[in-house]
């Protein structure tokens, strides 16, 4: 299956679709003749741009287990097989004190958890089996940039997303041989709802989410795993594996100056 261009009567799963990158992506795979379900936590957001796509939306929490296995069920039986599975819902929370690195409390590491993490590993529990079974299927997983360098002002975001995208990483590894497809969308800054004013990942121009959607079905047609619609960050991760003391002081002084700007 050409999963990048053509999407004719294939079922497509995102989540996060109520706005922002999520919904760019449901546009953008509608867009490729996709049977579009649009799964958020708001669910009436959902259902709207479900509505739009000629597709169904439902209300979901990525973070709740038995939730995501319900309703990946249903769709499976009411609606057919899920081929692509953009697994995109994400949070930000910033540290509530910018200058102290452990200002995040304990409910904000656990919601950061549970949702750029478990969103991922919930949803793969049930659909790499499906997929092993049945010979294919492809999981999109919207990290970050900050899955490959840090972020700066959120401790939980740059800890939660590198774990997401070595969850994905070894969702390829170990499942290439069984035609499952993983691929990692890594953006810096997206104009959606989470960009806040003061951010690092704003420095390299702000991307629209449409424009993060097609760099991300190019990426898919294109058979990667790591998707940067910024090219600037695989520069910036080569630096940081070649010379990590050089790239973490780059970085200390960028929140120096970040902190200074504020
Ligand atoms: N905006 C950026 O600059 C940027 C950059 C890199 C990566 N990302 C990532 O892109 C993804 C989408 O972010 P966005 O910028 O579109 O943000 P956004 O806040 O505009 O949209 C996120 C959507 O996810 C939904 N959501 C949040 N928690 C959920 C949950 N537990 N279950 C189901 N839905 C939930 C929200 O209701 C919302 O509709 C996230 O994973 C984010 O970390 C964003």
């Known amino acids: 299956?050409?999963?990048?261009?053509?999407?004719?009567?294939?079922?497509?799963?995102?989540?996060?679709?109520?706005?922002?990158?999520?919904?760019?992506?449901?546009?953008?795979?509608?867009?490729?003749?996709?049977?579009?379900?649009?799964?958020?936590?708001?669910?009436?957001?959902?259902?709207?741009?479900?509505?739009?796509?000629?597709?169904?939306g439902f209300a979901l929490d990525v973070?709740?287990?038995?939730?995501v296995a319900a309703i990946l069920t249903r769709i499976e039986a009411e609606i057919g097989p899920i081929a692509?599975?953009?697994?995109?819902?994400?949070?930000?929370?910033?540290?509530?004190d910018p200058e102290l690195a452990t200002s995040a409390d304990l409910d904000s590491w656990a919601r950061s958890w549970s949702v750029n993490v478990m969103g991922h590993v919930h949803a793969a529990r049930v659909l790499v089996p499906l997929w092993r079974a049945r010979g294919g299927g492809a999981f999109l997983g919207t990290v970050s940039a900050a899955g490959l360098l840090s972020?700066?002002?959120?401790?939980?975001?740059?800890?939660?997303?590198?774990?997401?995208?070595?969850f994905?990483?070894?969702?390829?590894?170990?499942?290439?041989?069984?035609?499952?497809?993983?691929?990692?969308?890594?953006?810096?800054?997206v104009d959606t709802a989470m960009l806040g004013a003061a951010s690092?990942?704003?420095?390299?121009?702000?991307?629209?989410?449409?424009?993060?959607a097609e760099a991300a079905f190019d990426g898919l047609a294109a058979g990667r795993f790591l998707i940067l619609p910024h090219p600037q960050v695989a520069a910036y991760a080569r630096r940081r594996a070649e010379d990590p003391e050089r790239w973490l002081a780059g970085m200390a002084r960028l929140r120096q100056a970040m902190l200074a700007e504020a």
């Open 200 to 212: 690092a990942a704003s420095r390299d121009g702000v991307l629209s989410p449409e424009a993060v």
């Open 84 to 96: 692509l599975y953009g697994s995109n819902a994400g949070i930000l929370e910033r540290d509530p």
């Open 151 to 166: 972020q700066i002002g959120s401790a939980p975001y740059g800890a939660t997303k590198h774990a997401a995208l070595a």
């Open 63 to 67: 973070g709740d287990a038995a939730a």
């Open 168 to 189: 994905l990483e070894h969702l390829a590894i170990a499942h290439a041989a069984d035609g499952i497809r993983v691929a990692a969308l890594c953006p810096q800054g």
């Open 1 to 56: 299956m050409e999963l990048g261009r053509d999407l004719a009567g294939r079922v497509v799963a995102v989540t996060g679709a109520a706005r922002g990158i999520g919904r760019a992506l449901a546009v953008a795979a509608g867009a490729r003749g996709a049977r579009v379900v649009a799964l958020d936590r708001d669910g009436p957001g959902a259902e709207a741009v479900a509505a739009g796509l000629g597709g169904r």
